[in-house]
């Protein structure tokens, strides 16, 4: 599966080769399927053809209530990333939010932004910064709902 990231990828050597096996392969599963043809060395129009078909990418917020700690992190189903977590956990967990995984709410803007909480990997302390950050997030995506045409009752 491909998962579009904030990177532009011009050259192939730009992503290590087990990826880019990958990416072609499925790359070549796509266009076999919509019967377009493909040049599997075209990495421009494999680049192309993966963008085009890319499944969205999320930012999420999960707060671990027992220890007062928020993990940022990015998914394609935050829902069953959360679920995932819990599995085997103790600790509530709850989706705070999630937004599209796009500039200023990549993964890797939050963390740097948020380094000064960071208590260990994605875990940062629930603090007045990422209160803020998640309500940010919350009005991003409500405005990602409205610009669809998406109206709440």
Not at 82 to 110: D, M, Q, Y
Request: some cysteine; aromatic content about 10%.
């Amino acid at each position: 599966m491909y998962i579009r990231s904030d990177t532009s990828k011009s050259s192939p050597n730009s992503v290590p080769r087990r990826k880019r096996t990958r990416y072609r392969n499925f790359a070549v599963k796509i266009a076999t399927h919509l019967n377009i043809p493909l040049n599997p060395d075209d990495w421009e129009a494999i680049w192309k053809l993966l963008d085009q078909y890319a499944e969205p990418v999320y930012l999420y917020a999960v707060l671990d209530k027992d220890a007062g700690l928020i993990k940022f992190g990015r998914s394609i189903n935050p829902g069953a990333r959360v679920k995932g977590f819990r599995t085997g956990n103790t600790h509530k967990l709850t989706l705070l939010a999630f937004c599209p995984h796009i500039s200023p709410f990549t993964e890797r803007e939050v963390h740097t932004k948020l380094s000064n909480l960071r208590v260990s990997g994605e875990w940062f302390k629930y603090h007045t910064d990422t209160r803020l950050l998640i309500e940010q997030m919350r009005v991003m995506a409500a405005n990602q709902v409205l610009s669809l045409g998406v109206h709440r009752k």
